[in-house]
């Protein structure tokens, strides 16, 4: 196995990362047991798909939290859900992508949309973001 290199947004408030995506395939990543070396971006805007989290690995760059852990499942052999049922499977999928095309963009509402959080989330996530 390559060494694999996880590019993730800043944190804050005691977080890895002030990204949903990144803090899900930082999960995946310790779910799965798999070593990785995790850096800030510089940038957001770095990864193939101009949004992180990406990773390096075997030479390829890799973008998007969901393709990332498919590629990372097929190309290492390790599947944390190997063991549930399809129905099981079924429910896990059914609830990521609730959380990755629903709930999301209530948060995105929360941060942005809610003047009392606007001064708090301008400095703290786009704060190391360069103009």
């Known amino acids: 196995m390559g060494k694999i290199i996880a590019y993730h947004l800043p944190g804050a408030w005691g977080l890895p990362s002030v990204s949903p995506f990144c803090l899900k395939l ?8 798999i070593e990785h ?3 800030t971006a510089t940038t957001p805007f770095g990864g193939p ?5 990406w990773i390096e690995h075997d030479g390829r760059k890799i973008g998007d939290s969901t393709f990332i852990i ?3 499942k097929e190309t290492l052999g390790i599947d944390p859900d190997a063991h549930l049922t399809p129905a099981q499977k079924g429910v896990a999928l059914a609830i990521q992508r609730l959380v990755d095309e629903n709930l ?4 995105v509402n929360d941060r942005w949309n809610t003047p009392e959080n606007w001064p708090i989330l301008k400095s703290t ?6 103009a």
Not at 26 to 33: Q, Y
């Open 26 to 33: 930082d999960a995946w990543l310790r779910i799965a047991g």
């Open 37 to 39: 070396e995790s850096i």
């Open 49 to 53: 798909k101009g949004k992180a989290p």
């Open 70 to 72: 498919l590629h990372l």
């Open 104 to 107: 999301y963009w209530a948060m």
């Open 125 to 130: 996530v786009l704060g190391g973001i360069p």
